[in-house]
């Protein structure tokens, strides 16, 4: 019952499993990265497209914002719910 298994096994430092500190973090920070990814594109099909429609989006409110400075008519936007 009381064997001891030091005699007939690796040493301390062979079965240590942890990785180098330096490796370590290397891949908690690849590990984050990749839960970053996984979080933006959470319930969304088509990344590309979602991208797409926020960029015209900001230029439609960038153009709307320009034409405001300028001081002509506001273009009239047509609202449905």
């Known amino acids: ?3 001891c298994l030091s005699c007939c096994g690796n ?7 942890m990785p180098p ?8 920070l690849e590990a984050a990265e990749r839960r970053v990814l996984e979080n933006e594109s959470r319930g ?3 990344l590309d497209k979602v ?5 015209r989006a ?6 709307e914002e320009e034409a405001a400075r ?8 047509w609202q449905t719910s």
Do not use: D, V
């Open 44 to 46: 969304i099909k088509n």
């Open 11 to 17: 040493s301390a430092e062979e079965t240590n499993l």
């Open 70 to 77: 300028q001081g002509g008519n506001p273009t009239l936007r």
């Open 1 to 3: 019952m009381g064997m």
């Open 21 to 28: 500190a330096e490796e370590r973090r290397r891949q908690q």
């Open 58 to 63: 900001e230029e439609m409110e960038r153009r």
């Open 51 to 55: 991208r797409r429609q926020q960029q």
